[in-house]
């Protein structure tokens, strides 16, 4: 069965801080990776995706994600995080088995930003 | 944001009673889907749905039941209503490997 890892529950950093969210999957079919935020009070977002080709993938606000084989991992980074990107973010494996499609998520990764 | 409304928003109830929950898509989608989100659990899967009449179960199924009777409305019911049931469900709809999210229900179980 497939499984997502999110080792870092709560990251804190102040304003123009690099960030990097750890993600590490367990899932034996073909990889389909995604990244949401869930902003306070609202519902998730899709940041990016990865499929397939380029390993790295560019997401919206200047969020990117490397997907790593070798390592089953698909680290989130942004090189200078805002006071907006305090949110929640998820990490996803999707997976069809048997025909039924699904989304198997991690614990999450609280972030906080500092001003 | 898909075209997904949930209703209600907010919802007290009493252990023991019976809640509906609603999810309404205006983009035909195939999938649709109930989370729950707890604290430290992240989004666990209740149940599915792939067309109309055709569900199955997700991770968290049991004390939920859900229906399907027209493409645009999926139903979540809690028969009896417990306070391990009190969350936040997110409803989802997709086509293939996205999928987009509802605004979330907030139900208190007292």
């Known amino acids: 069965a497939q499984s997502v890892s999110q080792h870092n529950h709560h990251v804190i950093l102040s304003e123009a801080a690099s960030l990097e969210l750890g993600c590490n999957y367990s899932?034996?079919?073909?990889?389909?990776l995604f990244w949401y935020v869930q902003y306070p009070g609202q519902h998730l977002q899709l940041l990016l995706k990865?499929?397939?080709?380029?390993?790295l993938v560019k997401g919206i606000k200047g969020f990117e994600a490397e997907f790593i084989k070798s390592k089953f991992s698909f680290n989130l980074r942004k090189p200078s995080v805002q006071w907006s990107d305090t949110a929640e973010y998820f990490c996803?494996?999707?997976?069809?088995?048997?025909?039924?499609?699904?989304?198997?998520f991690g614990t999450g990764t609280r972030l906080t930003i500092i001003p | 944001d898909a075209g997904i409304t949930q209703s209600p928003r907010h919802k007290v109830t009493e252990t023991g009673t019976p809640v509906t929950l609603r999810c309404h898509q205006t983009?035909?989608?195939?999938?649709m889907y109930w989370y729950r989100q707890d604290p430290g659990h992240g989004l666990r899967l209740i149940h599915y749905s792939y067309g109309v009449k055709d569900t199955d179960k997700g991770e968290v199924s049991d004390g939920y039941s859900v229906s399907r009777s027209k493409t645009e409305d999926f139903l979540l019911t809690l028969e009896s209503a417990t306070s391990s049931q009190t969350s936040v469900y997110f409803c989802?709809?997709?086509?293939?490997?996205?999928?987009?999210f509802g605004p979330g229900t907030r139900l208190t179980v007292t």
């Open positions: 989802a709809v997709g086509e293939g490997r996205e999928q987009y």
């Open positions: 990865y499929f397939s080709g380029d390993p």
């Open positions: 899932y034996g079919g073909t990889v389909n």
């Open positions: 996803a494996v999707f997976s069809a088995v048997g025909g039924n499609e699904k989304l198997t």
């Open positions: 983009e035909n989608h195939r999938y």
